[in-house]
């Protein structure tokens, strides 16, 4: 680390402080993702960190939500684990066609939450360091007007900006039909440069080659032209979400 950037991370600290709050139980790599997602702004930084843990200590008093706060969601099997890509990265894949929208949002946001902090832990190596990324693959084949859920989308991204920020290394949308185009393009209005910059739309067969390339086929299913098979989330055990 630089000194300008132990520095930053120093006022960062102040300013938490400042704040009414503390840095204590985070690591410089949970911080440092605060700073980055705040262009290196310590104050808007130390902001951004107080409003998570906030937002934490109410949305998830105990630390994580459980399977059985989220089994309607979950029965749906539309979300899979697939263990970690060529950058030791966890692989989330979302299955479109299995999604409907959400009656009941607070439910929902629950859902996201259940399956952002799962997909992140699967990537710990014994504990948290706290810059650990994941991959997301968005695959719409097969969906129809009913399975589409701006909203949902909108939801999911906002939660990754506000709450997760610098944890999405990659977004590959695989299958999307013409009439999704338009939607995309309403839900990419509510996306921060630094997300949009992270999405990667595959529409070729050559960027199809790269997906995998860079996903990796161990953990890629053979559908998508890997060797793996699909890993419902229920199905992954991770004994360190439960600590």
């Given at each position: 680390?630089?000194?300008?950037?132990?520095?930053?991370?120093?006022?960062?600290?102040n300013f938490?402080?400042?704040l009414g709050?503390t840095?204590e139980?985070?690591?410089?790599p949970?911080l440092?993702?605060?700073?980055?997602?705040?262009s290196?702004d310590p104050?808007?930084?130390?902001?951004?960190?107080?409003?998570?843990q906030?937002?934490r200590?109410s949305?998830?008093?105990s630390?994580?939500?459980?399977?059985s706060?989220?089994?309607?969601?979950?029965e749906?099997k539309?979300i899979y684990?697939?263990?970690?890509?060529?950058?030791?990265?966890?692989?989330m894949i979302i299955?479109?066609n299995k999604?409907?929208?959400?009656?009941?949002q607070?439910q929902f946001?629950?859902?996201?939450?259940?399956?952002?902090?799962?997909?992140?832990a699967?990537?710990f190596?014994?504990?948290?360091?706290g810059?650990?990324?994941?991959i997301?693959?968005?695959?719409l084949?097969?969906?129809?007007?009913k399975n589409?859920?701006?909203?949902?989308?909108?939801?999911?991204?906002?939660f990754?900006q506000a709450?997760y920020?610098?944890?999405?290394?990659?977004?590959y949308?695989l299958n999307m039909?013409w009439?999704f185009?338009?939607?995309?393009?309403?839900?990419s209005r509510?996306?921060?440069?630094?997300?949009l910059?992270?999405?990667?739309?595959?529409s070729?067969?050559?960027e199809k080659?790269q997906f995998?390339?860079?996903?990796?086929?161990?953990v890629?299913?053979e559908?998508?032209g890997?060797?793996?098979?699909?890993?419902?989330i229920?199905?992954?055990v991770?004994p360190?979400?439960?600590?």
């Open positions: 680390m630089d000194k300008n950037q132990e520095l930053k991370l120093t006022q960062m600290k938490v402080q400042k709050s840095t139980k985070y690591g410089d949970t440092e993702r605060f700073l980055i997602a705040r290196m104050n808007k930084a130390a902001k951004m960190f107080v409003s998570w906030k937002w200590a949305f998830v008093p630390g994580f939500i459980p399977d706060e989220v089994i309607d969601q979950l749906a539309k684990l697939q263990g970690l890509s060529k950058d030791e990265f966890p692989v299955k479109a999604h409907y929208p959400a009656k009941d607070p946001k629950k859902f996201v939450v259940h399956l952002l902090d799962k997909v992140i699967s990537g190596k014994g504990k948290e360091i810059n650990e990324k994941l997301g693959v968005l695959d084949h097969q969906i129809c007007y589409v859920d701006a909203r949902g989308l909108i939801t999911g991204f906002q990754l709450y920020p610098e944890r999405l290394a990659k977004l949308i039909p009439f185009v338009s939607i995309w393009k309403m839900v509510f996306l921060e440069k630094a997300t910059e992270k999405v990667v739309i595959v070729n067969e050559e080659n995998i390339r860079e996903v990796g086929e161990e890629l299913p559908e998508f890997g060797k793996a098979k699909l890993i419902a229920q199905d992954v991770l360190s979400l439960e600590d």
